[in-house]
């Protein structure tokens, strides 16, 4: 989809143009859907939807269905037993582990966590980190060996890399 001519892209158009690129292989209607829901959401929580695009790169490659080596789920990849506390805490009805494969329930659990954790931290590498690594574990950590953590470098680099594909497309 290409943006009328003199106008910038709106918002939703550019998320799905970086779903595209990351998992062309997702039917155009879901990258759409996925696309709308990370602008929702994102704006619910009170974060750039572009930060919360290179979340969703970084975790899954953009697979709903994505399922890491120690269990957690999803876009934004989240262990059933945090999701479940999440959904808790939320006031989101849990209906168990598989809830985790569908984008929207996913994407509200993860940032809802996100939100938790940078209320914790006060601080959103070290948020970041936690969602990574645990928050018992950063608690624990120097607090620069945490905001320089690998994970939060990839995010932090592949959303300057969205934000800068963004302008560059304005």
């Excluded at 970086?18 to 039917?27: N, V, Y």
């Excluded at 849990?94 to 006060?122: A, I, S, T």
């Excluded at 070290?126 to 690594?133: C, R, S, V």
Aim: aromatic share 8%; proline share 6%; hydrophobic share 40%.
């Amino acid at each position: 989809m290409q943006p009328r001519q003199g106008k910038p892209p709106d918002a939703v158009s550019q998320l799905f143009e970086g779903l595209s690129r990351c998992r062309a292989s997702l039917p155009e209607n879901e990258r759409w859907r996925i696309a709308g829901i990370i602008q929702q959401e994102s704006h619910r929580y009170g974060y750039d939807p572009l930060f919360v695009l290179a979340m969703v790169e970084v975790e899954s490659q953009c697979l709903p269905t994505a399922r890491s080596h120690k269990g957690a789920v999803g876009l934004i990849q989240l262990k059933p037993s945090t999701a479940r506390a999440m959904a808790d805490d939320a006031g989101i009805r849990w209906h168990g582990p598989q809830m985790l494969k569908r984008p929207l329930f996913n994407v509200q659990l993860g940032l809802h966590y996100l939100r938790q954790l940078e209320d914790q931290f006060r601080n959103r590498s070290l948020a970041m980190a936690a969602y990574n690594l645990g928050p018992a574990r950063v608690a624990r950590m120097p607090r620069q060996r945490a905001e320089q953590a690998g994970y939060v470098r990839k995010i932090m680099t592949r959303y300057a890399d969205l934000q800068a594909q963004s302008v560059g497309s304005s």
